[in-house]
């Protein structure tokens, strides 16, 4: 499928464009120049076509992110009032807009727990980067400025900018810029499968949260500020901890007055069948980090939640505060999470993805994967999920190059006509919350074929 726009040049004119001008996310471009990326030209509900009219189903909602699928009417529609209306304005000089006003009113509805306030970002990148900002201000305010040090997961995911990504646990993007920076440390994540040894899932949860207890004690709790992680583990593989994990890491956070931040950058708005991610594991975090499903992807937008506890006191006792952003809050990005946001709540989505498609989606994975040669677990909620390859299951060996093989089987999905993404040794999978059974049936039946053809190119099958 082709769109206007773009008829006149060829799939090989954008690729060259490409290679001429772009260095892209988490590539080798010189490879990728090499090979040509695809191009995506339209997308419609959970589908997208690219310029030389092939069709996928999209099983990543872009990046985490298109919750309620490509090209609803109603966010394209507030887009365009709120250009004719107002297409810019600040927060800076003692002025506000509507639309900024009003997307807060309802984002607070839908929180749960005893939240107050915002600050708007432009991505979840961002959101992080100023929540080290805000904790250690927040800190100041407290009478404890000494509490500076954050506390995070290895193979978390917090972002590509100096601060998010070090408060992250890549390894491979510190070694690229002389990261972590400093008074940001981390500890081991709760990744069961491959870490767990002879643990049952119960004690190893309970021994990864206590890493945060040992480390807390070893700097100091009167200098640990912060624990920042996500609910599950997104970029890092949809990794999903064991029930006993956050009880006990928020037991350690209260203990020690250190504040318990989430990033909620993939989970909220839906995504496990809840809200926000936080409330699917039973804890309460201190901060949500949020964009992506804020406004579907449709627009840029992010934000950083306070606790009543930290927001009151920025307000009634932290004077000035010296943050800003020129987009934060910008009138039209706002006034698209507006209606993003009614349109979930209005045609009930979250409740759907919690009671309908959402478990539709895990028991099909698990008729289809359970028994499968080359799948050792298969992890996930709501419309989140992953498929962990490995080469014994009863002992949970995994690969050698299990990059290359997921890599592999995230190639032949575009094949056959899905987007899957592959991480370490994992499949994973976060389509529109939109997606109805049928679609589901199609994510599945290739995703299966591309399992399929994996396993017998590596003999396996």
Same mark, same amino acid.
């Given at each position: 499928?082709?769109?206007?726009?773009?008829?006149? &040049?060829?799939?090989?004119? *954008? %690729?060259?464009?490409?290679?001429?001008?772009?260095?892209?996310?988490?590539?080798?471009?010189?490879?990728?120049?090499?090979?040509?990326?695809?191009?995506?030209?339209?997308? +419609? /509900?959970?589908?997208?076509?690219?310029?030389?009219?092939?069709?996928?189903?999209?099983?990543?909602?872009?990046?985490?992110?298109?919750?309620?699928? *490509?090209?609803?009417?109603?966010?394209?529609?507030?887009?365009? &009032?709120?250009?004719?209306?107002?297409?810019?304005?600040?927060?800076?000089?003692?002025?506000?807009?509507?639309?900024?006003?009003?997307?807060?009113?309802?984002?607070?509805?839908?929180?749960?727990?005893?939240?107050?306030?915002?600050?708007?970002?432009?991505?979840?990148?961002?959101? #992080?980067?100023?929540?080290?900002?805000?904790?250690? =201000?927040?800190?100041?305010?407290?009478? +404890?400025?000494?509490?500076?040090?954050?506390?995070?997961?290895?193979?978390?995911?917090?972002?590509?900018?100096?601060?998010?990504?070090?408060?992250?646990?890549?390894?491979?993007?510190?070694?690229?810029?002389?990261?972590?920076?400093? #008074?940001?440390?981390?500890? /081991?994540?709760?990744?069961?499968?491959?870490?767990?040894?002879?643990?049952?899932?119960?004690?190893?949860?309970? %021994?990864?949260?206590?890493?945060?207890?040992?480390?807390?004690?070893?700097?100091?709790?009167?200098?640990?500020?912060?624990?920042?992680?996500?609910?599950?583990?997104?970029?890092?593989?949809?990794?999903?901890?064991?029930?006993?994990?956050?009880?006990?890491?928020?037991?350690?956070?209260?203990?020690?007055?250190?504040?318990?931040?989430?990033?909620?950058?993939?989970? /909220?708005?839906? =995504?496990?069948?809840?809200?926000?991610?936080?409330? @699917?594991?039973?804890?309460?975090?201190?901060?949500?980090?949020?964009?992506?499903?804020?406004?579907?992807?449709?627009?840029?937008?992010?934000?950083? !939640?306070?606790?009543?506890?930290?927001?009151?006191?920025? !307000?009634?006792?932290?004077?000035?505060?010296?943050?800003?952003?020129?987009? $934060?809050?910008?009138?039209?990005?706002?006034?698209?999470?507006?209606? #993003?946001?009614?349109?979930?709540?209005?045609?009930?989505?979250?409740? =759907?993805?919690?009671?309908?498609?959402?478990?539709?989606?895990?028991?099909?994975?698990?008729?289809?994967?359970?028994?499968?040669?080359?799948?050792?677990?298969?992890?996930?909620? /709501?419309?989140? $999920?992953?498929?962990?390859?490995?080469? @014994?299951?009863?002992?949970? %060996?995994?690969?050698?190059?299990? #990059?290359?093989?997921?890599? &592999?089987?995230?190639?032949?999905?575009?094949?056959?006509?899905?987007?899957?993404?592959?991480?370490?040794?994992?499949?994973?999978?976060?389509?529109?919350?939109?997606?109805?059974?049928?679609?589901?049936?199609?994510?599945?039946?290739?995703?299966?074929?591309?399992?399929?053809?994996?396993?017998?190119?590596?003999?396996?099958?």
């Amino acid at each position: 499928m082709t769109t206007s726009r773009n008829r006149s &040049r060829s799939t090989r004119d *954008y %690729q060259q464009l490409d290679a001429a001008h772009h260095i892209n996310a988490f590539l080798d471009q010189k490879a990728l120049n090499q090979e040509g990326p695809r191009v995506m030209a339209e997308g +419609k /509900g959970v589908y997208l076509w690219d310029t030389d009219g092939n069709k996928y189903l999209d099983g990543m909602s872009g990046l985490w992110c298109t919750n309620i699928g *490509y090209g609803r009417q109603e966010l394209i529609d507030a887009a365009t &009032r709120q250009l004719q209306q107002l297409s810019y304005y600040n927060t800076f000089f003692h002025t506000t807009h509507p639309a900024v006003n009003e997307l807060s009113e309802l984002l607070f509805s839908l929180l749960p727990g005893d939240y107050s306030h915002v600050i708007y970002t432009n991505s979840g990148s961002e959101a #992080n980067e100023v929540l080290i900002r805000t904790v250690r =201000r927040y800190w100041d305010v407290a009478g +404890k400025a000494s509490k500076k040090i954050f506390i995070g997961r290895h193979n978390g995911y917090h972002g590509s900018t100096v601060g998010s990504a070090s408060l992250g646990g890549m390894k491979f993007m510190h070694e690229m810029g002389d990261l972590p920076i400093p #008074n940001v440390v981390h500890i /081991g994540e709760p990744y069961w499968f491959a870490h767990g040894g002879q643990l049952s899932p119960a004690e190893f949860g309970r %021994q990864c949260a206590q890493e945060l207890e040992a480390k807390i004690l070893e700097l100091g709790a009167d200098k640990v500020a912060a624990f920042v992680a996500e609910p599950f583990q997104g970029a890092g593989g949809m990794i999903f901890p064991p029930e006993s994990y956050w009880p006990e890491i928020q037991r350690i956070c209260r203990q020690y007055d250190v504040l318990l931040c989430a990033d909620e950058v993939i989970g /909220g708005f839906g =995504r496990t069948g809840e809200w926000f991610a936080h409330e @699917h594991f039973g804890f309460q975090p201190d901060t949500i980090s949020i964009a992506k499903g804020l406004t579907s992807g449709y627009i840029p937008m992010g934000g950083l !939640v306070l606790s009543r506890r930290m927001g009151e006191a920025l !307000v009634e006792h932290g004077g000035v505060f010296a943050h800003g952003l020129t987009y $934060a809050g910008h009138p039209v990005a706002a006034a698209v999470a507006l209606a #993003n946001l009614d349109t979930l709540q209005r045609e009930g989505i979250v409740e =759907r993805v919690k009671t309908d498609t959402g478990p539709y989606l895990q028991k099909c994975l698990r008729e289809v994967f359970d028994q499968h040669p080359l799948v050792g677990e298969i992890q996930g909620t /709501g419309l989140v $999920a992953a498929l962990q390859f490995c080469q @014994h299951k009863p002992t949970r %060996q995994r690969f050698a190059n299990e #990059n290359d093989i997921a890599w &592999r089987c995230r190639t032949i999905g575009f094949e056959e006509g899905v987007i899957i993404r592959s991480t370490l040794g994992r499949m994973i999978m976060a389509p529109a919350l939109v997606i109805n059974h049928a679609e589901i049936d199609e994510l599945i039946d290739k995703t299966r074929l591309a399992v399929d053809r994996t396993a017998a190119e590596i003999g396996v099958l």
